[in-house]
């Protein structure tokens, strides 16, 4: 009997995704190349394995994290069905016994007769071939084999496919100290798009020399020897050139004038939105590798992020993407192929949790494809929305893989200004939006989908 549905990859996403094919009751083949062939991070034949920390983040539903993870059971996950059986210490977060998950995952879906697995390279060719089963799920994730990138940017266009992350800290908006940093483009060009932080020249020598003194965090085997683009380089390496060299160039404060003084700064560093809801803001030309407690010490000098939350660190590392505002419809189908949706790292989220989610996602609207109805999307008021709408975003930026946070939320209407008041309430209207999409989904879905 042929498959109705194939899934490419064996990690967080794929796993997820082929669990909730099979258990819909289709047959569902699912690929994955390891250990025929290897990727330079992992170390098993086993699926979901985890390739670096063994913790799921917080478990608590007053946080994103957690009111992922809450999402995520109510829809049937396998990830957190497994991830809950062999829960190991980890305070507030839900960590695992990373050897125990993966096996539990392996074992779960070595158990449905309607799971075909191959292991195999999955090559274009072969998705080609696939396609004429059925929908075909690409979750390769962050270190997809080069053969199939290769096909994913002749589908998607070779500037849609980023095969490394070089990204700046992003910020909550909230968290800007706005009696400090001040709105407004260079020579009034652009109107208020950029926040900028204006140092003194005391204030940036300060800063230039903890960044200098501050730890980086190391490279993995497989990133050793890397160069990187002249636009890329980290901040720190640049910093390292000369003691004026982010005065002249990241930095460089000509075109600003700060209203407080009424003169051009020593130096600015620029904050642009990371998203239409200006709720996030990334630091323009600040991606490092420094350590992330090293991040949040060194930028939190700048003048105005004294206080500053970081949802998201800068990182410079191996990661396989796509341009998700411009490659994928609103249920990662590719535009231009809709027959193959994306799920997982590829797919421009950032983390294991939002790997699985999305993974969890393509799955359930796989089994609404083969059924005959339409996808249906959660609202961008819940943790899943968020990232979805995140993903969506087609306001000019830098387009950046993205973790669930406060700062993805749309924001409140009338805003509250107590910020342990206002998360209370974000969560609140998160867990409502949250209950009535389900129902939706399972109407949708009826006795194929999640079960109260
Ligand atoms: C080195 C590294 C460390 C990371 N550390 C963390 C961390 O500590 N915490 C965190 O939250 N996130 C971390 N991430 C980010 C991310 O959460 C993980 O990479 C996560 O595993 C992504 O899930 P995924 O399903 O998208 O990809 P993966 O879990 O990597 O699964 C992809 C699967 O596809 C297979 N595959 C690839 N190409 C092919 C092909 N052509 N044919 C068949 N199979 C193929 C691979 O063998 C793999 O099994 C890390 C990423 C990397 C690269």
Not at 5 to 19: D, F, H, P, R, Y
Not at 70 to 75: A, C, T
Not at 305 to 320: D, P, S, W, Y
Request: hydrophobic share 40%.
């Amino acid at each position: 009997m042929k498959p109705s549905a194939t899934v490419i990859g064996a990690g967080l996403a794929g796993s997820e995704a082929a669990w909730q094919i099979a258990r819909a009751g289709y047959l569902v083949r699912l690929v994955e190349m390891r250990p025929t062939r290897s990727t330079p991070a992992h170390k098993t034949d086993r699926f979901a394995e985890l390739v670096c920390s063994n913790s799921f983040k917080s478990d608590l539903e007053s946080t994103p994290a957690g009111l992922l993870k809450r999402e995520m059971r109510d829809l049937g996950s396998l990830t957190l069905a497994v991830a809950d059986r062999c829960r190991v210490p980890g305070g507030e977060a839900l960590a695992v016994d990373r050897e125990a998950f993966s096996q539990g995952v392996t074992e779960a879906l070595g158990a449905l007769p309607n799971v075909l697995l191959e292991r195999n390279e999955a090559t274009g060719e072969d998705v080609e071939r696939w396609l004429q089963d059925g929908p075909v799920v690409v979750a390769t994730g962050p270190l997809t084999s080069d053969g199939l990138a290769e096909w994913l940017a002749a589908k998607t266009g070779s500037d849609r496919l980023y095969f490394f992350d070089a990204v700046s800290p992003t910020v909550t908006a909230e968290s800007i100290d706005r009696s400090v940093a001040f709105a407004g483009s260079r020579y009034g060009k652009g109107g208020d798009d950029y926040l900028n932080c204006p140092f003194t020249r005391e204030e940036y020598d300060a800063f230039v020399a903890a960044l200098l003194a501050a730890e980086r965090a190391p490279l993995h085997d497989f990133e050793q020897g890397v160069r990187y683009f002249e636009g890329c380089l980290p901040i720190e390496e640049i910093a390292s050139r000369g003691a004026r060299s982010l005065a002249f160039g990241n930095f460089k404060p000509v075109g600003l004038t700060d209203p407080r003084t009424g003169r051009r700064p020593y130096a600015v560093l620029q904050l642009r939105p990371e998203n239409a809801d200006r709720t996030l803001y990334s630091l323009v030309a600040c991606q490092t590798r420094l350590k992330w407690g090293e991040q949040a010490r060194v930028f939190r000098m700048v003048p105005g992020l004294q206080n500053a939350e970081f949802v998201r660190f800068g990182v410079i590392h191996r990661n396989t993407y796509l341009h998700a505002p411009t490659v994928f419809d609103r249920t990662l189908r590719l535009r231009n192929l809709s027959a193959v949706r994306c799920a997982g790292q590829i797919t421009g989220v950032e983390g294991y949790m939002e790997s699985a989610a999305t993974g969890l996602l393509a799955g359930l609207w796989t089994v609404l494809d083969l059924s005959g109805s339409e996808p249906v999307e959660p609202p961008a008021e819940c943790v899943l929305g968020s990232l979805l709408a995140y993903l969506a975003d087609q306001t000019e930026r830098d387009f950046a893989p993205m973790n669930a946070n406060w700062g993805l939320f749309p924001p409140l209407e009338p805003p509250l200004r107590d910020k342990q008041a206002r998360r209370a309430a974000l969560a609140q209207r998160a867990r409502e939006a949250f209950g009535r999409w389900l129902q939706d989904v399972r109407a949708a879905l009826g006795s194929a989908g999640p079960q109260p």
